[in-house]
Nanobody, 125 residues
Framework: DVQLQASGGGLVQNGGSLRLSCVAS????????IGWFRQAPGKARAGISC????????YYADSVKGRFTISSDNAKNTVYLQMNSLKPEDTAVYYC??????????????????WGQGTQVTVSS
């Protein structure tokens, strides 16, 4: 039974940092890529980052490139999203999800098979 547990969200000031965690169970990291999505109020959910733990390939959306860093601890079945230089426009519910899709499609929401419950990130101006 695949389960994902996202945590680490909170309220932070403009320019601050947060680290999100996604603890996974019920599957092998070798077989999947793990992505982070976010959904701001009134907007569609958007893919922002992804990692393929077996070879550490990473993807970042332009909106977060240079500010966010994705990493994995395979021994703990955990993926992290270090978010620095946060801006008010980063305010959203953040979700982690897993996929077996080809690497070129990892930004697409519809290729993800399992989703975590989401964690709220609020950046005050």
């Amino acid at each position: 039974d695949v389960q994902l547990q996202a945590s680490g969200g909170g309220l932070v000031q403009n320019g601050g940092s947060l680290r999100l965690s996604c603890v996974a169970s019920g599957f092998s990291f070798d077989d999947y890529a793990i992505g982070w999505f976010r959904q701001a109020p009134g907007k569609a959910r958007a893919g922002i980052s992804c990692i393929r733990p077996i070879d550490s390939s990473t993807y970042y959306a332009d909106s977060v490139k240079g500010r966010f860093t994705i990493s994995s601890d395979n021994a703990k079945n955990t993926v992290y999203l270090q978010m620095n230089s946060l801006k008010p426009e980063d305010t959203a519910v953040y979700y982690c999800a897993v996929t077996t899709t080809v690497w070129g499609s990892v930004a697409q929401e519809n290729v993800y098979l399992y989703w975590g419950q989401g964690t709220q990130v609020t950046v005050s101006s």
